[in-house]
């Protein structure tokens, strides 16, 4: 982000590296412009989703080989790939858990790879290693079932791009009885009440906003690119989308003082590591400006999906990120440094799922991991 | 039902009495009027549901006693009053689990008394005997969310008046992992193509009856005064139309070789009184001339709301009902031989639930009680 400094002397807040669980899958070779778009956001860590914003999705050995190969010297971030399910891969998709380990169950019926039956589902269940994770982006009456297997087969479950307080409290209540499941929100559907073009989000805001406690992750999601499709904006790449207004509309929030800076540590980087067994990243961080106040330049790809993030400044800037020692970005400038970028493929070194079917771990309130924010002055 | 007799001599069956589950509540003093139109159906047990065709429900001691009353001395067949779940009653409704043992948990939207949150379900979930009934009319989105309430509360679940094959095969699936639910599925969805004025039950015939091993129950249901409401038919009660038709119908259907005998014993006799611990009724059966030709008399109130039973002869007439040794309907004329009804509330004698929430017992296929059908020459 290109930012004008209105304060001279101001604060470092230094974050963990953030996660963003379901990243869009780039299209082709854009791999190195969206983890270089991650990065400029503060993110360090991409779940890269079964689905991209065209027809392609990872369903098959081949499908993942090709991410993988796309992913291999030319990820800036680190990342695990993620398999789609299909009514024809339940097999197929658990033989590739070591590769890609954890599985989407997506409902969108706009993608063409989906699933409609929930005896799929059920298959998937069933083949599907016990300990590797699952993700759904079901909801409403896919949500409920989904659920309702996840209960019948003992399954931990994340429920991702949760839009509705109805499925919100859905999920708690089934947490409350001890199922094992766990939720993320896109920042863009808490902040809908800004993005005219999205139908049904903005009457959401609020209800979301008052239900903080339940959500235990942040995401990007696939509202940016919803979002840009919808206002018809050409020439972008989908999958860059949204990483850099992150922390700005977050931190402006916490000095409105909606939220904490815990609340965005916790979801946006203990709860996915925590969730899904990702690992710590050495010598990784993030520094933010947390009270400077910056202007999105209004040629960047994110001006033209959500204009009104132009309408007034945002608090918080991202100063500095530095990968494994390296600084990538600094004051705005992205440094690869000649050298190809550094992302791993975590795939070999994911732990386990840390959480039997009792859920009694995502039942407890959040804890902060000590130590994950520090002040330097 | 008058009837004529194209065949001369005709075989004779006997069947237990039948047993319509969620008989419509009768309003004000329907029920003798209401508990003749069963017996003359061959039905000798109603489950009394908690909701009339009117604004009327179950839901307290008050209304619970109103209906209990009005049934004294006025119920010819044995029956056992239901109580409506709302939001404001979960524990009203426990206390009064003896007097009215099965709990009724409608999502009909179109009737005053319903239930809209999840979280009011829990409630009656916690507060609800583990060992006594639960009804629900959920379907869609609500049932998906039933089934996982029942799962997490590890409950027995009966799900009514089933009308689309996705959900028979959800609640298929929940129970083949061990999920303890049953359903039933009115006799009218299964001649639903008869039926001009109920939109989108048509297309779902053909599907039913595919599933027919997944459907433990048939009952009358709602769909006669739904249909009766839609057709705009005047100076009916609604709580006595349709069990005049059903034994015609499923017999017209065993005589096509669609179903046999054994399945309409299992679905209206058998079934429900396992399933919901009701008590044998001795020296009560139903004699039926299966083999007989009958046209339903025009100006009947069936043929009123379905008057496409008037188009073609069916199959069986009922010959004699005998509640309790005494013969209630012979070749259609009832005697209630100038004394009081006899038909008693049996809400003291019902078994507890046989079933805990393994749900075993629904699992397996039906199997024939020995000796339910008797044929005479
Ligand atoms: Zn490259
Ligand atoms: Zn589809
Ligand atoms: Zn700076
Ligand atoms: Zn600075
Ligand atoms: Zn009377
Ligand atoms: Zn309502
Ligand atoms: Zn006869
Ligand atoms: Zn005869």
Chains 1, 2 share one sequence.
């Not at 398999?83 to 197929?92: F, K, Y």
């Not at 009457?203 to 919808?230: H, Y």
């Amino acid at each position: 982000i290109e930012s004008v400094d209105y304060i001279t002397s101001h604060r470092t807040t230094v974050l963990p590296g953030l996660v963003n669980i379901t990243a869009l899958l780039p299209g082709g070779d854009g791999f190195e412009q969206a983890t270089r778009a991650a990065i400029c956001g503060g993110f360090t860590m991409l779940g890269i989703s079964a689905h991209g914003a065209d027809a392609f999705a990872t369903t098959s050995d081949q499908s993942v080989s090709k991410v993988k190969s796309a992913g291999r010297g030319h990820a800036h971030t680190d990342y695990v790939v993620e398999i789609a399910a299909t009514e024809a891969n339940p097999t197929a998709a658990a033989a590739l858990s070591a590769d890609a380990p954890i599985l989407y169950v997506s409902f969108d019926r706009s993608h063409p790879v989906h699933v409609d039956k929930y005896s799929a589902v059920s298959e998937h269940f069933k083949a599907w290693p016990q300990n590797s994770a699952v993700i759904t982006n079901a909801s409403g009456n896919d949500l409920a079932t989904m659920l309702l297997l996840a209960s019948l087969f003992s399954r931990q479950i994340h429920v991702t791009d949760v839009r509705t307080p109805e499925d919100l409290d859905l999920i708690d209540l089934s947490r409350a009885r001890g199922l094992c499941a766990t939720c993320d929100v896109s920042v863009y559907a808490l902040f809908a009440d800004r993005l005219p073009a999205i139908e049904g989000l903005q009457s959401n805001v609020q209800p979301l906003w008052s239900r903080l406690s339940a959500i235990d992750c942040f995401t990007v999601g696939v509202l940016p690119a919803q979002a840009a499709k919808a206002a018809g904006v050409k020439d972008v790449n989908p999958a860059t989308l949204g990483y850099q207004l992150v922390l700005p509309l977050l931190y402006t929030a916490v000095s409105e003082g909606r939220l904490t800076s815990a609340d965005v540590v916790e979801r946006f980087c203990n709860a996915p590591r925590r969730i899904f067994g990702l690992p710590e990243q050495p010598d990784t961080y993030v520094e933010i400006h947390r009270d400077r106040l910056v202007r999105i330049p209004p040629k960047s790809d994110d001006a033209k999906w959500f204009p009104d993030i132009l309408a007034k400044p945002a608090h918080c800037a991202v100063h500095r990120v530095v990968m494994r020692g390296k600084t990538l970005l600094l004051d705005g400038m992205f440094y690869d440094q000649g050298l190809a970028p550094v992302g791993r493929d975590l795939c070999h070194v994911l732990r386990t799922m840390s959480s039997g079917p009792s859920g009694k771990q995502f039942a407890q309130p959040p804890a902060m991991a000590a130590g994950a924010l520090s002040v330097k002055t």
